[in-house]
């Protein structure tokens, strides 16, 4: 199976500044990737997929770059309802996997 | 809006089995493949199984294989997940998930605990 690899586990922010999440895989995805943000108590939510599909309501900070096995995701501008756990999910091979998970915390 | 809702979740005996329900409402659930994901509390979120849009294509987990039946009926909208022979490690949040490319809509979850 792949084994989706994220870095950091925590990443300490201020509001205003920018966040940079790292997703490795184990092999090649090519860029069907998505990632996902968690609040406590909540189910993940769909943030972007593919190459750079967001999703309904999440706005344009939020952007994903990268292909292959090395992926990106930066909140170029932390707000205070982005601090989240976010993870990735590569949806190129079975069985679907998830990354461990990022969790953005205010500095 | 768009709308997934898990049922079935609850405190159940190792070797025991349980079955989840999932309705789904404001879409044409017979055009979707379907997921069941589970998020074990403290841990990371794992997919379990997956259905295509007809049910004739099924998906499982290895760590649920032959255990784990997932099923539709797209009359009603409705998803299961039926778990036979339930394991300490299958305590999670399980949460159903519309397909497309990602899972792009979830329900609330419901929780499964599986202890003596």
């Known amino acids: 199976e792949i084994v989706m690899t994220q870095s950091p586990a925590t990443l300490s922010v201020s509001p205003g500044e920018r966040a940079t999440l790292s997703c490795r895989a184990s092999?090649?995805?090519?860029?069907?990737v998505a990632w996902y943000q968690q609040k406590p108590g909540q189910a993940p939510r769909l943030l972007i997929y593919?190459?750079?599909t967001r999703a309904t309501g999440f706005p344009a900070r939020f952007s994903v770059s990268g292909s292959g096995t090395e992926f990106t995701l930066t909140i170029s501008s932390l707000q205070s309802e982005d601090f989240a756990v976010y993870y990735c999910?590569?949806?190129?091979?079975?069985?679907?996997?998830f990354g461990q998970g990022t969790k953005v915390e205010i500095k | 809006q768009v709308q997934l809702v898990e049922s079935g979740g609850g405190l159940v005996k190792p070797g025991g089995s349980l079955r989840l329900s999932c309705a789904a409402s404001?879409?044409?659930?017979?055009?979707?493949?379907m997921s069941w994901i589970r998020h074990v509390p403290g841990k990371g979120l794992e997919w379990v199984s997956h259905?295509?849009?007809?049910?004739?294509?099924?998906y499982y987990a290895d760590s649920v294989k032959g255990r784990f039946t997932i099923s539709r009926d797209n009359a009603k909208n409705a998803l299961y997940l039926q778990m036979n022979s339930l394991r300490a490690e299958d305590t999670a949040v399980y949460y159903c998930?519309?397909?497309?490319?990602?899972?792009?809509?979830w329900g609330q979850g419901t929780m499964v605990t599986v202890s003596s």
């Open positions: 404001r879409f044409t659930f017979s055009d979707y493949f």
């Open positions: 092999q090649s995805v090519s860029s069907d």
């Open positions: 999910q590569q949806y190129n091979n079975w069985p679907r996997t």
């Open positions: 259905i295509s849009s007809s049910g004739s294509i099924k």
């Open positions: 593919g190459a750079s």
């Open positions: 998930a519309r397909v497309y490319y990602a899972f792009d809509i």
